[in-house]
C-alpha cells in the first residue's frame, strides 16, 4: 500500500471510512484525556474530518496531516473555511485561526513539527494501514511527538481473514504490543457490526470497536 492507493481513493471518491459527523466517542471521552484549553492536538492521517472542527471549537490547536491533496481542499471548501496557504519543509501547510492541515506523507514529519503537541486524537490512521506498516507508523508517532503528549485510540477488530482492508483489523494484544512503553486504558468496547451493514454484506461475521486512553 502506497502513497498512490490512497491518492486513487480520494480521486474515485472511495472515502466510506469518512464520517459526516463529528464522532460520538470523540465527544464522550475526550475530557477523560485532561488536556488544557489551549493545548496542541495532532490528528494524523485526518482526511477531512470534522472531529478536526469540534477540537478547535473546544478552544484547542489542531494539527493535522493527509496525504491527499483533494481531501485537504475538501476539507476547507465543504467547512467554508479561508486558508492560508504556504510551503513547510515537504508540505503544503493549510492555515485558518488555530487550525493547520499539512498536505503529504506523515513519514516526511518529524518533532520539530509537532513540538507543542500536547495529545494525539487517533480514529481512522492504525486502522487504515496493513499490518507491515503499523510497527512503522507507531514508532515514528512516538519519535515525532513531545514524550507526556496522551492519545485517545479508536481501533476495530474482526475477522481479517473475511475482509481486505482497509479498515483493517487490530486486536488488543497488537495495540498494547505497539504502544508498550505508554499506560493503557480500554475505556470502552462495544460490537459494532448491527451498525456497520456494508461489512456484513462484505462478509464480515463480527467487529468490534475499542477505545483506548494511552499516556
Not at 472511495?14 to 492536538?41: C, K
Not at 508540505?91 to 506523515?106: I, T, Y
Not at 482497509?166 to 504502544?179: C, I, K, M, S, Y
Request: charge should be negative; proline fraction near 3%; hydrophobic fraction near 40%.
Amino acid at each position: 500500500m502506497d502513497s498512490e492507493f490512497w491518492k486513487t481513493r480520494w480521486q474515485n471518491n472511495e472515502i466510506g471510512f469518512h464520517q459526516d459527523e463529528v464522532n460520538l466517542h470523540l465527544e464522550q471521552y475526550w475530557d477523560q484525556l485532561g488536556v488544557a484549553e489551549g493545548g496542541t492536538i495532532f490528528v494524523p492521517l485526518c482526511g477531512k474530518s470534522r472531529d478536526m472542527l469540534w477540537l478547535r471549537s473546544q478552544g484547542y490547536r489542531v494539527i493535522g496531516v493527509e496525504l491527499s491533496e483533494l481531501a485537504v481542499e475538501q476539507f476547507f471548501s465543504e467547512n467554508e473555511i479561508a486558508a492560508e496557504r504556504s510551503s513547510q519543509e515537504g508540505f503544503e501547510r493549510w492555515e485558518s485561526d488555530g487550525l493547520v492541515v499539512l498536505c503529504g506523507d506523515f513519514f516526511d514529519l518529524t518533532a520539530n513539527d509537532l513540538i507543542d503537541v500536547a495529545a494525539i486524537y487517533d480514529r481512522a490512521s492504525l486502522v487504515a494501514l496493513p499490518v507491515e506498516m503499523r510497527e512503522r507508523y507507531a514508532t515514528h508517532l512516538k519519535a515525532i511527538t513531545p514524550d507526556g503528549a496522551k492519545s485517545l485510540l479508536v481501533t476495530l477488530d474482526y475477522p481479517q481473514q473475511e475482509m481486505s482492508g482497509p479498515p483493517f483489523a487490530v486486536d488488543d494484544g497488537e495495540v498494547r504490543r505497539l504502544f508498550a512503553d505508554s499506560e493503557i486504558e480500554m475505556v470502552q468496547e462495544i460490537d459494532v457490526l448491527a451498525e456497520n451493514p456494508q461489512f456484513a454484506k462484505r462478509g464480515v461475521t463480527s467487529m468490534v470497536e475499542r477505545l483506548y486512553r494511552l499516556s
